[in-house]
């Protein structure tokens, strides 16, 4: 990539992550290019779809979930280790506002340019959940795409204004029916 292309790009990068935090996943395309100062046509060369352009910043973070997994493998007990990923990617989703549905549409659909990194996050949890399975420490009936959901249905919960207030306690009553220990 040559350097000025590289350059927008970033600083394409860096405008959006900003507007994402500001606004979530309803923020503008138009405004993402205006603030980046270069034109709407650059952004569409680099990102050709808003989705396309939550994808390159969403990776990172997937990514860095599913590193934190393979920390907590090795330095908790498998039930502590899923309890605190499931907290970590929680109040990662929540936010990152409007992230939800395009999380839960690209986990079925394999066309969707977040679909990989979707795919990637779920097998941490699961793996996390497997590991805590063979123990004895957590439900047997229950998947990673049941987890998938969870997460985001907490997620949810926090985004609800009347809600809001009850999602610590409600998270709680999830992993206490997920976990097995006494």
């Given at each position: 990539?040559?350097?000025?292309?590289?350059?927008?790009?970033?600083?394409?990068?860096?405008?959006?992550?900003?507007?994402?935090?500001?606004?979530?996943?309803?923020?503008?395309?138009?405004?993402?290019?205006?603030?980046?100062?270069?034109?709407?046509?650059?952004?569409?060369?680099?990102?050709?779809?808003?989705?396309?352009?939550?994808?390159?910043?969403?990776?990172?973070?997937?990514?860095?979930?599913?590193?934190?997994?393979?920390?907590?493998?090795?330095?908790?007990?498998?039930?502590?280790?899923?309890?605190?990923?499931?907290?970590?990617?929680?109040?990662?989703?929540?936010?990152?506002?409007?992230?939800?549905?395009?999380?839960?549409?690209?986990?079925?659909?394999?066309?969707?340019?977040?679909?990989?990194?979707?795919?990637?996050?779920?097998?941490?949890?699961?793996?996390l959940l497997v590991r805590a399975?063979?123990?004895?420490?957590?439900?047997?009936?229950?998947?990673?795409?049941?987890?998938?959901?969870?997460?985001?249905?907490?997620?949810?919960?926090?985004?609800?204004?009347?809600?809001?207030?009850?999602?610590?306690?409600?998270f709680k009553v999830i992993t206490?029916?997920?976990?097995?220990?006494?």
């Amino acid at each position: 990539m040559r350097s000025d292309a590289k350059k927008n790009y970033d600083r394409l990068l860096e405008v959006a992550q900003t507007a994402v935090t500001e606004h979530g996943a309803d923020f503008s395309l138009r405004d993402v290019a205006r603030r980046a100062e270069v034109g709407l046509g650059t952004l569409y060369r680099h990102f050709p779809t808003k989705e396309a352009l939550l994808e390159v910043l969403l990776r990172t973070s997937f990514e860095a979930l599913a590193k934190r997994a393979d920390v907590l493998v090795s330095s908790k007990s498998s039930e502590e280790a899923l309890v605190v990923w499931l907290e970590e990617t929680i109040a990662f989703t929540y936010s990152h506002r409007g992230v939800l549905g395009l999380m839960m549409n690209a986990i079925e659909d394999p066309e969707s340019a977040l679909h990989t990194s979707c795919v990637t996050l779920r097998s941490s949890g699961t793996s996390l959940l497997v590991r805590a399975q063979s123990e004895g420490k957590a439900r047997k009936d229950v998947d990673g795409a049941d987890l998938f959901a969870l997460i985001a249905a907490l997620a949810w919960i926090r985004e609800q204004p009347s809600a809001a207030a009850r999602s610590e306690h409600l998270f709680k009553v999830i992993t206490g029916a997920l976990l097995t220990i006494s």
